[in-house]
């Protein structure tokens, strides 16, 4: 089955605590992104993916780090976690850059 | 002011009714994607228009390059659709990100 899968789906970590939110499609696109979903604030894009190795920021980077050593994966990595990094987060995948967007599950996080 | 607008924000209907959702822009595109959010959080893809139009089952999505304006219109609403349902788009030249409007709930009641 084509799918974006994301793990964990819920989180919950202290500030400061680095941790790992995985990524991973099987369709063989090339380009991949994370989003943050927040009340008021709706959906914002934090880093997109060309192509392997080819990364680039989108509208709320700061805090994050992303990396794309395959095709297929695409981990978003925060170094040292805020509360205000409490958020619905997203990962998506499509084809090329202009595609049919398909979304994960999402995973839930709360910073304390 | 936001890059994407949506109205209305809130819109409850009754079974049966037609429905828009409408979404202004005010940048240069390459795309525009219709999307949508049921209670609990998934999001799934309905539409991607760069011109004209397009149609999958009930839902009909239109998009007027030259006013910057595109609309989703639900025929024969059901509570099913009950949804938020989100503009993007993908703007143009250069920038790749994606740009979201604020979202449309709709709750359409039996």
């Known amino acids: 089955e084509a799918q974006v899968t994301q793990n964990p789906r819920y989180l919950i970590t202290v500030t400061g605590k680095k941790l790992t939110v995985t990524c991973s499609q099987n369709?063989?696109?090339?380009?991949m992104s994370w989003y943050r979903q927040d009340p008021g604030l709706g959906l914002r894009q934090i880093y997109y993916?060309?192509?392997?190795?080819?990364?680039d920021k989108g509208d709320v980077p700061e805090g994050y780090k992303v990396s794309r050593k395959e095709k297929r994966n695409f981990p978003l990595i925060l170094e040292s976690p805020s509360p205000n990094q409490t958020s619905l987060y997203f990962c998506?995948?499509?084809?090329?850059?202009?595609?049919?967007?398909?979304f994960g599950p999402g995973t839930r996080l709360l910073v304390l | 002011k936001n890059e994407v607008e949506q109205s209305p924000q809130n819109l409850t209907a009754q079974e049966g009714e037609f429905i828009t959702i409408n979404c202004s822009y005010s940048?240069?595109?390459?795309?525009l994607h219709w999307l949508q959010q049921h209670p609990g959080g998934g999001i799934v893809s309905l539409f991607m228009?760069?011109?004209g139009k397009k149609k999958h089952g009930r839902l009909i999505a239109t998009i007027n390059i030259q006013e910057k304006h595109s609309s989703l219109h639900i025929t024969a609403s059901h509570p099913r659709d009950s949804a938020v349902y989100i503009c993007?788009?993908?703007?143009?030249?250069?920038?790749?990100?994606?740009?979201f409007g604020s979202g449309t709930r709709l709750q359409v009641q039996p």
């Open positions: 993007a788009v993908t703007s143009s030249p250069g920038r790749r990100a994606l740009t």
């Open positions: 940048v240069g595109i390459s795309a």
């Open positions: 228009l760069s011109s």
């Open positions: 993916s060309m192509n392997v190795e080819v990364t």
């Open positions: 998506a995948s499509s084809l090329r850059e202009i595609g049919t967007q398909y």
């Open positions: 369709m063989n696109h090339e380009y």
